[in-house]
């Protein structure tokens, strides 16, 4: 099983021990194609030296390749949500993780999409659960 997991990079990095913690969870269903959205120097050290349109070209390629993608959506990121949007385009099946918080809810264009599944969650176990879950479908 080839793994995209998204996550905001350039949006913000509040989220970046969760995307660690889900991607390591992650690899006991397989091969999770884009650890480097884990890692505490993606900026500084994972995208340094690349232009633009080579991380464009890495992540699409990765993306055509991979099985599933799997996004935590709790910040907000025009990138994930480009990603999102291309694998259902390109029918990969797409799971979306979120963390409900005052004052934010997710994109309507995101949850309103029957190609993409949406699920809410507290706690890291019940990610776990979560995606256990959408592996055994």
């Known amino acids: 099983m080839r793994i995209y997991f998204a996550g905001s990079i350039r949006a913000g990095r509040d989220d970046e021990e969760v995307y660690q913690k889900m991607i390591n969870y992650l690899k006991k269903h397989g091969e999770v194609l884009t650890e480097h959205v884990g890692a505490q120097d993606v900026i500084t050290k994972e995208e340094k030296g690349f232009t633009e349109k080579q991380i464009f070209e890495r992540d699409m390629k990765w993306l055509r390749s991979a099985d599933v993608l799997i996004a935590e959506v709790t910040t907000p990121s025009l ?3 480009y990603e999102i949007a291309k694998a259902a385009e ?3 099946r797409v ?3 979120y963390r409900p918080k005052a ?3 997710l994109s309507a264009i995101i949850s ?3 190609k993409i599944i949406v699920k809410q969650y507290k706690t890291l176990k019940q990610a776990f659960g ?3 879950g959408f592996f055994k479908i």
């Open 79 to 81: 990138g994930v949500g």
């Open 90 to 92: 390109l029918n990969k």
């Open 95 to 97: 799971l979306c993780l």
């Open 103 to 105: 004052g934010k809810m």
């Open 112 to 114: 309103g999409d029957k």
């Open 130 to 132: 979560i995606i256990d």
